[in-house]
């Protein structure tokens, strides 16, 4: 069948302009996290990359996790609340190109039996070394782009935090909520107190002047700001949750709150990959974040990441 066939394309014309671009239309549902979702983005553009298509990317409105009920900045595309298309190809150019790839959920398949073992699904979503990560850094710098406003409120939320240029930080990424319902194949829960010596550890080596916690958890939040005071730096407004409901599909009363739980997920990743250390879990976003900090060229002083191995059935 078509739609599980890695090898296999649907080619549509859904128009007559551009005859000469060939259009890689990736449509995504979007409703897992956005670390989950930009991962599959970038296996997408590797596809792309790889068969030399342009690449169009849409979060569908209809169950992405981040959709407002009204646009915003005039689009219904999650994807573009936050980042650029990846080359001058416009949704609008795609929905009217006479030569459309429509992208299905088999092409991830296609990019990642390259990259790594695939044989067991569930583990090739974590079980991945610093080649594969190195190839989808690869890719991000080549396509991926914030757009103005976005890079421009992280930017300043970034400065803000580390207050000077020359604060040297230790990054630390902790992934609550949800990853306690124990699903088969996703990586056990890493709690506070098993952070707290590995965070003690690193601040022992004179490495850093402070802490940026980025974290779900209202909880774990809570146990690591007792142990470490003004040391430990965090974004205050960032929603977090105390149960084991995502933050993406909790529902909020604060408007636009979709739209700000993308915003707020993306700004952890980019001030993590802004960090001097990073300390962290296997999750979607601890990987999106060591691939944005690696397409920067420069390596983390110190990277420690913490496996406590996958839920089994």
Not at 286 to 302: K, V
Request: aromatic share 10%.
């Amino acid at each position: 069948h078509i739609h599980h066939d890695p090898d296999l394309f649907r080619i549509r014309s859904l128009g007559s302009a551009y005859p000469t671009r060939n259009i890689y239309l990736v449509t995504l549902e979007a409703s897992a996290g956005l670390g989950a979702t930009l991962r599959i983005v970038l296996l997408a553009l590797r596809v792309a990359d790889r068969l030399g298509l342009a690449p169009v990317i849409i979060f569908a409105p209809a169950t992405c996790a981040y959709t407002e009920p009204e646009p915003i900045r005039g689009t219904t595309n999650a994807f573009e609340y936050y980042f650029e298309q990846p080359t001058d190809v416009s949704v609008d150019m795609a929905l009217h190109g006479c030569n459309v790839f429509l992208y299905n959920t088999a092409h991830d398949l296609r990019a990642e039996r390259e990259m790594c073992d695939v044989s067991s699904p569930h583990r090739a979503n974590y079980d991945v070394d610093n080649a594969y990560l190195e190839i989808l850094a690869a890719l991000f710098r080549k396509y991926l782009r914030l757009n103005e406003e976005t890079r421009t409120r992280i930017d300043r939320d970034c400065r803000t935090l580390f207050g000077g240029s020359a604060r040297r930080l230790l990054g630390v990424h902790l992934r609550g909520t949800d990853f306690r319902q124990a699903w088969v194949g996703h990586p056990r829960v890493v709690d506070a107190k098993s952070y707290i010596p590995e965070i003690d550890r690193a601040m022992s080596h004179g490495l850093f002047d402070g802490i940026f916690l980025a974290t779900d958890d209202a909880g774990e939040l809570d146990i690591l700001r007792h142990r470490y005071g003004d040391r430990l730096l965090y974004y205050e407004d960032t929603q977090r949750g105390c149960g084991n409901v995502g933050v993406h599909l909790a529902k909020g009363e604060r408007p636009l709150n979709h739209y700000l739980n993308g915003l707020e997920v993306l700004r952890d990743m980019y001030t993590l990959a802004a960090c001097d250390g990073l300390i962290c879990g296997l999750s979607q976003v601890s990987f999106m974040t060591r691939i944005i900090r690696m397409s920067t060229g420069t390596p983390y002083a110190l990277l420690r990441v913490i496996d406590h191995g996958l839920y089994e059935a």
